[in-house]
Nanobody, 127 residues
Framework: QVQLVESGGGLVQAGESLRLSCVTS????????MGWFRQGPGKEREFVAF????????YYADSVKGRFTISRDNAKNTVYLQMDSLKAEDTAMYYC????????????????????WGQGTQVTVSS
């Protein structure tokens, strides 16, 4: 059974930083692209970033480009999201997941619609 455990969220002031982690189990990690997603209050879940299996390809939503950095450690089955210069609009529950398909031109990670999600980690940015 696939498990995704996100951590590292918290309450910060605008302009500050956080580093999120997502540890996975139950599925081969190092041959899959991994993505981060978020769901703000009253909003649908949206794509944030993905990293290719090797860690060399990194793609971001326009809203976070230049402020967030995704990375991975295949030896630890873990994907990270370094979030700098946080804004109030970054407030959301953050999730990671495996990418079943990726699109490079539009920077999109498609997840299994029948797959599971972790519990997420809450990020709250006060202005």
């Amino acid at each position: 059974q696939v498990q995704l455990v996100e951590s590292g969220g918290g309450l910060v002031q605008a302009g500050e930083s956080l580093r999120l982690s997502c540890v996975t189990s139950g599925r081969t990690f190092d041959n899959n692209a991994m993505g981060w997603f978020r769901q703000g209050p009253g909003k649908e879940r949206e794509f944030v970033a993905f990293v290719t299996w090797s860690g060399t390809g990194k793609y971001y939503a326009d809203s976070v480009k230049g402020r967030f950095t995704i990375s991975r450690d295949n030896a630890k089955n873990t994907v990270y999201l370094q979030m700098d210069s946080l804004k109030a609009e970054d407030t959301a529950m953050y999730y990671c997941n495996f990418c079943e398909a990726i699109t490079l031109v539009q920077a999109m990670c498609e997840v299994d619609p029948n797959g599971s999600w972790g519990q997420g980690t809450q990020v709250t940015v006060s202005s």
